[in-house]
């Protein structure tokens, strides 16, 4: 019997309504706030380190991907908000806290980042007693940020599981992933307006008076987003406390009885890997693009940063036609596997693109690259939360939270040094950038591989197992 059956079953007879569209998009505006936090820090924040106030470009990278290296720590948030409730709730509070502590970060990351800039601008750039400490700072303020997003985000997206059933599951995953692109796109209005003051020959003083304001106002926002998003929707909807045998037993979750339920079925050693391949290959591409359009295709920068305008378009119609038509009538793992074909397809037409030195036809590859890639991930989401038990939701959220976040700090890494190896041994820049799209299309191959062995019905069985033998022992 399909877990959706049972899970339907308990929200007729408890008398817990389904989540409808409007609140689908309401929790949308939570990952609309992230979004708009991402344009801050990889935006924004990037340029003014790098171009306004030359901090090492290697030193700036470094510090903005510390988000992604306390990525391990999604786990443990995801296995405290199953077994501790907050004010409570099992997630909803940790989504408020969470939201706060990355808000404040971000405008304290400015606030450093400005003394950084005091402490090196007298004769440039130089490590000094000042500048290895504000650095530390600066490190430490960005890794509280990570902490704030890991444990918001991983609520969140457990909160996703404990809402919805498995014949609804990839239309709460369209409608709410779509608003991430509203978000980058409101962000950058918002962005745009609070800073069309500055000019080059603006000074120091102006341009901290505008960038403060700014690390005020949309941290504000997003605060709000996030609150609005999920007020109620825990209370009224989730079906945490019917699925969860463990849900009265609390004391008996504990880490290490999660991280059994977690590792108790290969299922999951072979879904995080599928997971890890796909992200790589899906975002090995974001560190090259844009040179790419500038080297190849000669276009100016105005016009190559308008690119992800044209990949955005594909996804948001990818997003809405996936997870309302396509996932449900095909199923999430074979949906999830036309993707995977779907987008090394559209990664091949990306390097093929280059010997025509066409922008038309660029960016015709990239909405197409965006359609694929909306319609994997909207598969491969549906997908992932299904493989969730629902007494440690939070904890396989966390891990697959965590698989996402490594590969995708990997895949810019491995982006930019594959292209720096196409260079030194390919004759042609279409060649060396052909090299990066060509690994994509190939690594998306392999992860079908991985695909095809996931089994739900195994993962499940063995989940109820380790459960059990959680209870079993907790009772000895």
């Not at 790419?292 to 016009?303: I, N, S």
Request: proline share 3%; hydrophobic share 55%.
């Amino acid at each position: 019997m399909a877990s959706g059956e049972v899970f339907d079953r308990e929200t007729k007879s408890l008398g817990i309504p389904r989540v409808n569209l409007l609140t689908m998009f309401r929790l949308g505006l939570f990952q609309m706030g992230l979004s708009m936090m991402s344009i801050l820090t990889l935006g924004v924040l990037n340029r003014v380190m790098i171009q306004e106030i030359a901090i090492p470009a290697t030193l700036v990278a470094l510090v903005l991907a510390l988000p992604l290296f306390v990525a391990p720590s999604r786990v443990w948030f995801g296995q405290i908000s199953d077994a501790k409730p907050l004010w409570g709730y099992h997630r909803t509070a940790y989504v408020w806290v969470g939201a706060a502590v990355f808000a404040i970060a971000a405008f304290l990351a400015i606030q450093v980042m400005w003394q950084l800039s005091a402490a090196s601008s007298a004769s440039g750039w130089v490590w000094t007693t000042q500048t290895i400490g504000w650095t530390a700072l600066l490190s430490l303020v960005f890794a509280v940020y990570g902490l704030g997003i890991c444990a918001s985000g991983t609520a969140f997206a457990a909160l996703l599981v404990d809402i919805s059933e498995e014949d609804n599951r990839s239309k709460v995953v369209g409608v709410v992933w779509s608003m991430l692109m509203v978000g980058i796109i409101v962000g950058a209005i918002i962005s745009a307006s609070l800073l069309k003051q500055l000019t080059p020959e603006a000074t120091t003083a102006t341009l901290q008076a505008a960038v403060n304001k700014l690390f005020i106002v949309v941290p504000a926002i997003v605060f709000v987003l996030a609150i609005v998003a999920t007020f109620g929707v825990e209370k009224k909807y989730s079906l945490y406390s019917s699925r969860s045998t463990l849900v009265n037993r609390e004391d008996s979750i504990t880490l290490g009885a999660a991280w059994k339920i977690l590792t108790a079925s290969p299922q999951t050693g072979l879904f995080f890997t599928f997971l890890v391949v796909m992200t790589l290959c899906l975002f090995m591409q974001d560190p090259v693009l844009e040179p790419y359009a500038g080297q190849v295709f000669k276009m100016p920068l105005a016009e190559s940063t308008k690119l992800n305008v044209y990949y955005g378009i594909g996804l948001l119609i990818a997003y809405a036609v996936a997870g309302f038509l396509i996932v449900p009538r095909l199923g999430k793992r074979k949906s999830a596997r036309i993707g995977c074909m779907l987008v090394a397809l559209c990664a091949a037409l990306l390097g093929i693109s280059g010997f025509t030195a066409n922008p038309a036809f660029l960016k015709l590859a990239l909405v197409l690259f965006g359609l694929a890639t909306g319609f994997l991930t909207t598969a491969a989401i549906s997908l992932m939360l299904d493989l969730t038990a629902a007494e440690a939701a939070g904890t396989f959220i966390g891990a697959w939270g965590l698989a996402q976040a490594i590969s995708r700090g990997v895949a810019v890494v491995v982006g930019g040094t594959v292209l720096d190896i196409g260079r030194r041994i390919l004759p042609s820049l279409e060649l060396a950038y052909g090299l990066v799209f060509a690994l994509e299309a190939v690594g998306m191959v392999l992860s079908i591989w991985f695909l095809n062995r996931v089994n739900v019905t195994e993962f499940q069985t063995s989940a109820k197992q380790a459960i059990a033998s959680v209870l079993e022992s907790d009772l000895d």
